[in-house]
């Protein structure tokens, strides 16, 4: 599920949204070659909040921010402190409120960098358990470029996350934007 969901995701954010508010054109720019596709984009991650999009559906998504420690590693030790601030309706909010940008940001970040870690429908990681959510996390990092001053998290059950790539998937198809970066 998640190697067919990268590229649907990825390509659209890093050839046209990351590039957003710049003003030369980047190594791998879809911007010029379609202004009317870049004004979709935009309209969805752009400067708006998430619970926007024509992709957000309410109760899916939960975001928080942690402080990064030297030595963390949420591969081997996803925090119990952390699972239950996910769990909290303030994560919920939080994810409805953010930046479109940001959401996809630190989506794609975490998609691209392999930055996911697997939980039980409590939000635990267990292993051998079933995966029944996913957390996406992408490292905010500082001048340094090394160590990240902060992680941000994003959580989904894996049934919703079924349901967001179709969505996902309609908007794509909706704006023709699936057939331009298949070109």
């Known amino acids: 599920m998640l190697a067919l969901a990268t590229p649907m995701i990825v390509l659209p954010i890093e050839r046209v949204e ?8 980047g190594y791998v720019d879809e911007r010029p070659l379609d202004p009317q596709l870049t004004a979709m984009i935009d309209g969805e991650l752009g400067g708006r909040a998430l619970r926007h999009s024509s992709f957000f559906a309410p109760a899916e998504w939960r975001f928080t921010r942690l402080p990064h420690q030297p030595g963390q590693n ?15 309706p303030e994560a919920e909010t939080r994810a409805s409120t953010m930046a479109a940008s940001e ?6 970040n975490a998609l691209a ?18 995966t029944e959510k996913l957390a996406f996390i992408s490292g905010k990092f500082g ?9 941000k998290v994003l959580c989904i059950r894996e049934t919703d996350f079924l349901a967001f790539i ?18």
């Open 113 to 130: 960098h392999g930055g996911i870690a697997y939980l039980d429908a409590d939000g635990f990681q267990k292993y051998g358990m079933k």
């Open 74 to 88: 949420l591969a081997r030790y996803f925090p119990h402190e952390l699972s239950a601030e996910l769990a909290k």
């Open 166 to 183: 179709r969505r996902w998937v309609s908007w794509l198809a909706a704006t023709g934007l699936s057939l331009d970066l298949a070109a």
């Open 103 to 108: 959401w996809a940001s630190c989506l794609r």
């Open 143 to 151: 001048e340094d470029a090394q160590t990240p001053e902060f992680l």
């Open 18 to 25: 990351r590039h957003r508010g710049k003003h030369f054109e």
